[in-house]
């Protein structure tokens, strides 16, 4: 018996939990639900699905669905598929929510992700389809230590280096306990075996002197940076740079993100398509595009015991309505769009479509005339944080030390902030960008060329970026159960709201379950 | 006046110290003494200069005087540049000192770099003659939190994922200090209003609860990773997992390379080479090429008022003895090989390059049939650290997701270790990497397919991998001070020992001090 055999015998016997803790002895743990490509075993007899619309959910379903032997018809109210799998080029046209257009100018080559824009490294449902479906990858840089951390109130607002805090502060810490350590002033749940090798790693971490004090050296110098770096020939010896205080690292608040790039999801390493998020989408499209039914705005969903029959439109405003049927519906429309569009679900289910609101954000796109961030400051990729409404600067994690212009991500911001943005006209947003962004950099005034500004509550096909339960507890079974012939899919029926990988475990999990349905098992 | 022409005016002026703190507060704060490419104002009117050795030292060099009007020549042991920048792939054959013979058998596109195989973001030297030279760079993966930290010793010899240790020791030590602000035990060092933000800071930094207690949570368990992860559909809730006691941490010692990643040389981002290492060597040749002798074995190196006169003979044995004279030499030979030569250069000199030792150190290059630490284990790039011999292994930064055989760092080991591999014939060498590899990775056993090993007191040309000083302080002006009409450069006189950038600076300046002499400057 093979390991994946006795993994899915577990699984079926025991459930998921016991196969990831078998998985976890056997060695393999793993970070995701996803345990490799779908099988649907059994003959479905020519059943009919229709999906609504052609994100990655929907894309994923109709692709698993067809290969199982399922008629399919994807309906998406867009003019290509993606949703929110999203990315914007020179040449673009970009129409919001209240009709404001936004002409994309950026070079040939450079782009912006309005929406996701990272895949983790233990998104292994997003990694295994890129690789089915050919999306080549590349490292995405989340941590930086050349890169800022920033506050317009902290060090007369001049932008630190990352490895500066993050040195510092791990120090100072460092040695406070050590300090504590040596006193004998711990309590008593550390014994004097384990406060002796607490010292000693201490030391380590905190790359603390022989008394375990934490101070100016060469050592200390070796990682937040050297006033002069060692160099070559006759002046070659390096001069150590003086640590921040504790007192003024502290009120600094600059140490609010030192740890952001180590949550699982941004580890590294992490990754980003090569060209733009959208090459998964258009991934997809090479092998169901066939399927797919594009500029369809659903305007009803009607089923019944029999089957499912949905009404939509021109998205574009063309005259007449046409309906599609098939025995059941796989439904990822968000349900921000989906609580506007007439429909038969159950009461239960209706009552969770219309509790469900939906998260604002901002995404800024700025293309520059050169990489000056990379020419004059040495930052090749990662992330600066910053109190400013744009809260992070993100630089490019590709064609590093290339010439020309080039687009970071100017901002990226929520709640407040980007109702704030959302009430502005898209040029306004971008010049507050550029102007925010220039107290970091004052390159931005000179260098600034052109930009986008993408706020989800104006994103007309989905009016947000995830979905946020009013009750998750009580509503999420719901949610998720087949309601009637409909079975809802897409990354609020999930537990990784807003990240791709969440779409594609709901669909693999909805068209399991109705497989079953329909296959009688 | 251009920011750098101020700067320039500093320097000159006040010497590099100056012009870095300069630097610094004009916002330009590097980490690297090379302030951009190198000017060599003044006509050398027909001045010649001999290089020997054609590493970067030397081909950096050799490309700058002859930019300024020098007549150059470079005299190579080996048959092709870089020194040990230098890349081994299928169907090189490298022979080390005492004969033996290795044929490395990797496929095509796989391969190795023995020496140098990371371009840290702040050596400025490097990264600009890789892009004046069109060389390729790519983010070399250095710290992967899905990476393993091992110990023969803890935890019955089962690697821990880099991300477990991390957290939970980061989560424990927060914990314990927390604790003690909590109970006002500081001392008055620290005031009321700072404990008050170091508490606050603790909680973000360690993860830890309202209590200030780092537990199993939701919340840990999104940076040191889930027993069952979110996932999407019916079945997605995860299930959190549980820290590992501080004890059990402490003793385990894997606290040992937590910050390692995070030293200066090793922060993110980092770089390779796409396609080794010698991409640099080949950059290099195609610019200069033209000036190296290959194949010139250096005899004796004669210097007198007027002038330098080399012999050198036919590297392979061929007979005939050869000379090159030149009015300057510029010598990067390392002093390993340099003392065993026949040379007039200063008793003081002398006893510098006689009383310099090499290091040791061992590297192997392993080909696996499938690159199971992705496919099985989702490792992608990054290190794995133990307290095994190999020290550690290297997953390939390169051609992430790709099927077919790959190359990984199987170990990098330094001191006694490197001296015991030594003394093995290579194909035993490697049979212990892979014994030693096997006890983290199983696949091992099975998807082994060949290896090489370097041990680097065997290679011909440098006989150890980088120059320890016998009495650096005593020692290190008269070894950069030119000696007669010669004068030494490479990674042995710089400050930043064993790296390619303290070749290039090294190089950089003794020129810069040689055209001075030259024009009358």
Redesign the interface.
């Known amino acids: 018996m093979s390991r994946r055999q006795l993994l899915a015998m577990i699984g079926t016997a025991a ?3 016991a196969m ?2 078998a998985m ?1 002895s056997l ?8 345990s490799g490509p779908i099988k649907l075993e059994g003959d479905p007899k020519g059943a009919s699905v229709l999906i609504l619309g052609a994100g990655l959910a929907g894309m994923t379903a109709a692709l698993e669905l067809r290969d199982a032997g399922y008629k399919v018809q994807v309906l998406e109210y867009r003019e290509k598929a993606g949703g929110r799998c999203w990315t914007l080029r020179g040449g673009d046209k970009y129409v919001e929510l209240g009709g404001a257009v936004q002409d994309v100018k950026f070079a040939e080559g450079n782009y912006i992700n309005p929406g996701p824009w990272r895949i983790p ?2 998104h ?1 449902g997003v ?1 295994d389809y ?2 089915r479906l050919g999306v080549k ?3 995405f ?1 989340q ?4 890169a800022y951390l920033h506050r317009t109130d902290a060090f007369d607002g001049k932008p630190q ?1 990352f ?1 500066e805090i ?2 510092d ?2 120090g100072h ?2 040695e ?2 050590a ?2 350590v040596n006193q004998n ?3 008593e749940t ?2 004097a ?2 406060a002796k ?2 010292l000693e ?2 030391k ?2 905190g ?1 603390l002197d022989e008394n375990y004090a934490y101070v100016k050296s060469d050592d200390t ?19 150590p740079s003086e640590p921040i205080a ?2 003024d690292v ?2 600094s ?1 600059l ?2 993100n ?2 952001t790039g ?4 941004h ?3 992490i ?1 980003q398509p090569v060209g733009g998020m959208d090459m998964i989408a258009v991934g997809f499209e090479k092998v169901i595009g066939d399927l797919i039914t594009y500029n369809a705005k659903v305007t009803k969903i009607d089923q019944n015991d029999t089957g499912v029959t949905v009404t939509y439109v021109d998205s574009n405003g063309a005259a007449g309505e046409q309906t599609a049927t098939a025995d059941y519906c796989i439904c990822t429309i968000p349900f921000s769009i989906l609580g506007q569009i007439e429909h038969n679900f159950s009461g239960e289910m209706t009552s969770v479509i219309d509790s469900m609101s939906y998260a604002g954000s901002v995404k800024f796109g700025l293309e520059f005339k050169r990489r000056f961030w990379e020419q ?3 930052i ?3 992330i600066t944080y910053t109190n400013l409404p744009i809260s992070q600067i993100s630089y490019p ?1 590709n064609d ?2 290339s010439d020309g212009p080039a687009v970071l991500l100017g901002g990226y911001g929520w709640g407040a902030t980007a109702y704030q943005f959302n009430a502005l006209p898209p040029e306004e947003r971008v010049a507050k960008a550029v102007e925010y962004g220039a107290q970091i950099h ?1 390159q931005y005034t000179e260098e600034f060329s052109n930009g986008v500004a993408v706020t989800w509550h104006r994103v007309p096909w989905v009016l947000g970026c995830y979905g946020i339960w009013a009750d998750k507890e009580a509503q ?2 719901t949610a ?2 087949m309601d009637g012939r409909t079975l809802m ?1 897409g990354e609020h ?4 709201p807003a990240w791709q ?10 068209i ?2 109705l497989h079953k349905v329909v296959v009688g098992a």
């Open positions: 459930g998921s939990v990831y803790n976890t060695g393999f743990a793993q970070e995701s639900t996803y490294h233990h292994y990694l890129c690789q990858l590349e490292p840089m941590v930086n230590h050349n280096r490895r993050a040195t502060y791990r810490v460092s406070l306990l300090k504590v002033a711990l309590d550390v014994t075996d384990d090798l607490l790693s201490l380590t971490y790359v110098s070796e990682f937040r940076g050297w006033d002069k770096p060692p160099g070559g020939g006759v002046d070659g010896a390096p001069v504790l007192s502290l009120q608040r140490w609010a030192l740890v180590d949550s699982i999801d580890q590294g390493t990754f004059d400051e040495r090749y990729g990662g994690s590093y030390f004052p999420y079974a998720a159960a899919a029926i999930s537990y990784l990988e969440g779409a594609i475990l709901s669909a693999l999990d909805a399991t379950r």
